[in-house]
């Protein structure tokens, strides 16, 4: 290993270096090896000569993993934060609903910045109407919290699509990079099973999660928020197959944005997770997200 370390130190995009389980095409494997860990796998002919990995070291193979790594410096995404960051606890004052601030988005009627989340949290109910109020940290984390955003518009749940946007109020602050993580998204691509996903929620935190259906309608709920039962078109998430019950949705979570943790494209707006007849919240479900861009006329800043 300590050559291995030698060599890390000495390569610009390697995050870190261990001994451990051998991955291929994201399973595990039995064989271990030495594991470079870079920010994303970059493809070989786009990595200059001498920073290119050997195949072995001291006759123990090299495996290299994509990862995201930033140190947890005990911030609460459920507190007040300037600038706001994907990721952060946000809601309608009016509706006093709260979620999670998927997104940082430009406005392409007007230019503006704004944010994207889930209509059941910055709308809250039929009666939301535009410039209404959106709080950061949302009403059920800060009872008075600063007013950070009003309503712009929304889509109704009968388009089958739980989105909606606020533009940023003069002279807010806000960056596009997911709250406690090193992950900004830079551009959209479609969902596809076997797809490894990273959100921040402002519940359940950082948590990764593998698509295992696409193409999907999926039925739920919405009489908490004055509406009836609706078909939602998305996809669905799963925890990895090593870590089955762990929580990768919690009630808070809503609005997230799912994005790549192989190549920091943005994939997915989280709009749901397992219901309170199980406690393990061993699902997602997610709208594509350019489907909500499109519809909504917003694109990444």
Known sequence: MVAAKQLARGLDDIRAVDYGV??????????????????????????????????AIGG???????????PHNGSNPRAAHDPLQPGLSVGSRKQLTTGTLGAIVRDLNS??????SNWHVLC???????????TQPGPMDASNGPTVAQLERWLQLGEQFDA????????????????NTTYTATATKLPAVGMRL???????????????????HYRLDYSQYGDGPQWMQGFRLVPEADSPSAAISLPGDSGALWIDSADGLAVGLHFAGEDDISPLNSYALAHPIGDVFSRLNVALT
């Open 198 to 216: 990273v959100k921040s929620g402002a519940v359940s935190g950082i948590t990764y999660a593998r698509v295992d259906g696409v193409d999907g």
């Open 22 to 55: 051998v991955y291929e095409k994201g399973k595990a494997t039995a064989r271990r090896g030495i594991r470079f860990h870079m920010n994303r796998k970059l493809k070989l002919a786009s990595i200059k000569r001498d920073q290119r990995l050997p195949d």
């Open 124 to 134: 809250g109910g039929p009666e939301a109407r535009p410039n209404d109020e959106i």
């Open 111 to 116: 230019q503006n910045l704004c944010l994207l």
């Open 60 to 70: 123990v193979e090299i495996d290299v993993l994509g990862v995201g790594y930033a």
């Open 164 to 179: 909606a946007l606020a533009r940023l109020v003069p002279g807010g602050h806000a960056n596009d990079q997911l709250f």
